[in-house]
Each structure stands twice: as structure tokens, then as C-alpha cells.
């Protein structure tokens, strides 16, 4: 059977980082509208590499909220990948160090860890490293794009695009909602406490940063309570 090789990476990582090419554009576009300077936008992108994650930390810097508020919604939102790390660790063959495996954890994102989870034999660093590049590439030089466009483009122009982030979400949720009790109640909960949050006396005083965190937490918890994941739904649910 042959190995998998850099160049097999490279060939699946493609469609991933033109996807995300598009994607951090709006990240980017959106970054400007929050005042954030071009080289901060791009370094965020180099250094996180995760769409919610970053819009997220973008509306707490928008809000001047605490650091202790980005670590905790960091946290929320990113929990996810310790599970896939965990998954993909089972995958990797003699020739991830320790040291490979730490540096290579910072690139998945739920489009690499579906590529490379899904390859039916173990594989060794340098198809990850060629799993990886383009869609680190598309996604940093796409918040580049967007950030610098938003800059230059007229203010009616980068409103519209800022919205293009928001749709994504929604189409990255409909799908699954429509086929999956569980994610419709966390969606539904989520919607209905962050609508509380904003429009309730009593909630909405509260910081918009640990408002994310409350509401996030709360739908995960009422969700895992209400339909909790049985053996033999896990991958259904994946």
C-alpha cells in the first residue's frame, strides 16, 4: 500500500484552502470595520486559525473586554479540538515527535481533522505538514485580502461583506439542525438566551464577552442534558 508523501497533502489540503481563502476575507473585512490594524488581523489569522474562535475574540476586542473574558470563550469555543487532537494522535505513525505533534496540534481546524481522520491507515509528518500549508496559506492571506480591502473599499461596499461571516455560520448550522435534535436545541437555546441577554434589564448590563461565554455554556449543557449522545450515535452525530 503507498505511503502517503507531502505531495498527497498538499493535493487534499487544496479545496480546504481555497475554502478558506473566501472565508478569511470576511474575517479580514470584518476586522477593519472593528478598527483592528491590517497587521493585527493578519496576525491573529497566523497565529489562531479558527473562524468562530476569531470572530468571537473580535467582538470582545470590539467591546474592550478583559483578557480573562478571551481565554474563557477561547476555551468554550476551541474545546472541541483536544477531542479531535486526541483522535488524530491515534493516526499518527514514529515519525511524529513530540515536538511535531505540538507544533502540528495548532493547525487543526474540523476541515483537517475530517480530511485526515478519515484516511484508512496511519500517515507520517510530512503529509500532515502538506495536509496543513495551503489552508494556513488561504487563511492568512485571506484576512490579509479582506482587511486591506477593507480598508480601500467604501463603507456601504465592506458593511455588506462584513455579513458574508455571519452568513457562513448560518449555512455551517442549518444543514445539521435540520437533520439533528441535538444541534437544533443548541442552536435554538442559543439563540433564545443570547436574544435574553440583550434585551432583558437585568442581563443585559452584563459584559457582551461574558455574555458569549454564559450563553455558550448553557446551550452545550441544556442540550448534552436533554439529548445526551448514546454509543452508537457518536458517529451520526460526527
Not at 100 to 127: M, Q, W
Request: net charge neutral.
Amino acid at each position: 500500500m503507498e505511503t502517503l508523501n507531502f505531495k498527497n497533502g498538499i493535493k487534499d489540503g487544496l479545496p480546504i484552502g481555497l475554502g478558506y481563502l473566501s472565508v478569511a476575507f470576511a474575517f479580514g473585512v470584518q476586522a477593519s470595520l472593528a478598527s483592528v490594524p491590517i497587521f493585527m488581523s493578519v496576525f491573529i489569522s497566523m497565529t489562531n486559525l479558527t473562524s468562530a474562535g476569531q470572530l468571537a475574540g473580535l467582538t470582545l476586542i470590539a467591546s474592550l473586554g478583559s483578557v480573562l473574558e478571551m481565554v474563557l470563550i477561547q476555551l468554550v469555543i476551541n474545546a472541541r479540538y483536544f477531542l479531535m487532537s486526541i483522535t488524530l494522535s491515534q493516526k499518527l505513525d514514529n515519525t511524529f515527535t513530540l515536538g511535531h505533534r505540538l507544533l502540528c496540534s495548532a493547525f487543526v481546524t474540523d476541515e483537517i481533522f475530517a480530511i485526515a481522520s478519515a484516511k484508512p491507515k496511519t500517515f507520517g509528518r510530512n503529509y500532515f505538514y502538506g495536509l496543513v500549508i495551503l489552508p494556513y496559506v488561504g487563511w492568512s492571506l485571506g484576512t490579509l485580502l479582506g482587511a486591506v480591502a477593507g480598508d480601500v473599499l467604501p463603507d456601504f461596499i465592506t458593511n455588506a461583506l462584513g455579513i458574508a461571516l455571519y452568513a457562513m455560520f448560518i449555512a455551517i448550522i442549518i444543514p445539521p439542525s435540520l437533520s439533528n435534535k441535538g444541534v437544533f436545541s443548541a442552536v435554538l437555546f442559543g439563540g433564545a438566551s443570547s436574544v435574553a441577554f440583550y434585551y432583558i434589564p437585568l442581563l443585559s448590563g452584563l459584559n457582551e464577552g461574558l455574555s458569549i461565554i454564559i450563553c455558550a455554556i448553557l446551550s452545550a449543557t441544556v442540550t448534552a442534558l436533554i439529548f445526551p449522545i448514546k454509543g452508537g450515535e457518536q458517529d451520526a452525530v460526527t
